[in-house]
Structures are given as structure tokens and as C-alpha cells.
């Protein structure tokens, strides 16, 4: 069946660094891809979507890929704020549109 | 402003009480979902209901139970059945069958069993 892997965190990262964080999905047909931002106590949040291939997602300085080749869709942002500490989660929504599948999301804490 | 709107916001339980979990929202949506998320894991679908009237068991429906007779409404029973019901619990819906949307999510009920 569908599924997203993600990197296991949790990741601590010094300000202004680079950040990527992996995911990779297994799918029939081709699914919609989607990364969602979790802040502590809150809901997810939409960050970035792709829905087909080759497509980049982005906001907030965020960006991710859709690649059909090697079935992943990674997140990337190139300078990091103590803003960004949120656990971030890859997930996917099937060819139905009807059936999401999360990653079990990674832990992101930016220190000053 | 349009959104969905989960209540309450924290809640505790005695063992052995069924409890209700509200979930509404203002978009129009017609599929919405419910997912119990506990700490370091990911998202678990309970159930989800596409239509009115209508409903789907998820991965781990036992021990839930729900109902959806009005298209913004789709309230979450947790039942003295289920044992382990501490665990934060996730509203979420999309707008159209078959289109390729995103999930849109409230901001979550944390129940605790005491």
C-alpha cells in the first residue's frame, strides 16, 4: 500500500544553518505530496505542496521537490530561524484524493 | 473566518467514561477525518466520513465510534472500550472527492484519562 518514510529526528540545528529533511513515498499512480508543519500543543499546518511530478513547493523560505525517479520529495530551506523549531511531518494523499498517508515526522529545534 | 473549530480543547476522563469529542467546521468541505496522534509517532487514522450519513472505519477504530448527520459537524465518541485513550486527537478535512487537496486541521483535543 501508500506509505511516506521521513527522516527520524530530532534534529537541532544552530541559526542561519542549512536544513533538509528527507522523505520518500511509495505509491500506485501518482499521488499529491504534501509537507506540514507542527507547532507544540497545535494542528498541522499546510507548508508546501506539490502534485506533480517536478513540481516545487514553496513558502517561508521553505522548498520541496516532487521526484518521481527516486520517489521523494524532500524539504530544504537554506537559512533557519529559532522560528522554524517545529516538528515537520512528509505526507501524501493517493490517487483518490480521499486517503493521506503521514511520515512519522521529525523533531526540528533551531538554538540562537 | 472559515476554518475548523475542535472542542474541548483539553479534557479528562475517568476510566470506564465514554466521552465526545467535537469537531465543526465553515468550509464547506465535504470529507473530514479524525486522527489520534501520541507522542513521537505519526498520525493514526481513527475513522473518516466522505458524505453525509456515511462513514469509514481507519487503521484503529476500536473503541471510537462517530457520527456525521449534518455536513460541518463529524464528533468523535471515545469509548470506555478503547484502553488507551490518552492521546492527542486530530480534526482534519478536505474540500472535494477525488481532488488532489490538502487536509486542513483544528487545533486538536488532548484527553487524558485519569
Redesign the interface.
Known sequence: GDSVTQMEGPVTLSEEAFLTINCTYTATGYP?L?W?VQYP??????LL?A?KADDKGSNKGFEATYRKETTSFHLEKGSVQVSDSAVY?C?L?DK???Q?Y????TSLTVIP | DGGITQSPKYLFRKEGQNVTLSCEQNLNHDAMYWYRQDPGQGLRLIYYSQIVNDFQKGDIAEGYSVSREKKESFPLTVTSAQKNPTAFYLCASTPTQGAAGELFFGEGSRLTVL
Open positions: 499529491s504534501f506540514y500543543g497545535e494542528g498541522l499546518q499546510l505542496k502534485t511531518f505526507a494523499s483518490t484524493g480521499n493521506f503521514f511520515g512519522t515526522g
